[in-house]
């Protein structure tokens, strides 16, 4: 990474880099996934559409890992675990996250007083689920909130298998 502003570092801002986590890591499981389930897609159309959504996601994903030399110390480490319940529970943790988000964003383009009461209900179960599914795999060392270096190369190891895999 060449920042050609010498007023820019030569390396990710911690919010940055954190970004780049929270992309890497779901696209990884987004991929994983659909390569598992491209397989039993008969139409052809819709085939065709997941191929192109694989081929995009491994190509974000290589063009993301080019920006993990350039975080706050994380280096590759391989790891050979199969599909367990980790990868579950990250696909758990990355839905939570993502309906917290989309529904704090829905609340903000609600102007009906019923739809927003029951959204806000709704974002603080999506809230709690975000919060039991983290609470499980913290105890359990499948997610290093609080070790940086593991969790980035987590990511790496992840998006590395996904890209890896075959469909």
């Given amino acids: 990474m060449e920042n050609t502003a010498a007023s820019y570092p030569n390396h990710l801002a911690w919010h940055e880099t954190l970004e780049v986590h929270e992309l890497v890591a779901s696209q990884a499981v987004a991929l994983t ?6 397989g039993n897609i ?4 819709l085939r065709s559409i997941y191929d192109q959504t694989i081929k995009g996601l491994e190509n ?3 063009e993301l890992l080019r920006f993990f030399p350039y975080a706050p110390g994380p280096n590759d480490v391989t790891d050979t675990r199969q599909v367990s319940p ?3 529970a990250g696909d758990l943790l990355v839905f939570a996250k993502t309906s917290v988000r989309n529904y704090a964003i829905a609340i903000t383009e609600t102007a009906t007083p019923v739809l927003r009461e029951t959204l806000r209900k709704q974002l603080q179960l999506a809230i709690d689920t975000h919060a039991k599914i983290f609470d499980y ?3 359990r060392g499948l997610y290093p909130a609080y070790n940086f270096e ?3 190369q987590n990511d790496i190891r992840n998006a590395n298998r996904a890209l890896q895999m075959g469909y």
């Fill in 86 to 88: 980790a990868f579950y």
């Fill in 33 to 38: 996934k659909m390569k598992k389930f491209i």
């Fill in 150 to 152: 593991r969790l980035l």
């Fill in 42 to 45: 008969n139409d052809g159309e």
């Fill in 137 to 139: 795999m913290y105890k």
């Fill in 60 to 62: 974000n994903l290589n």
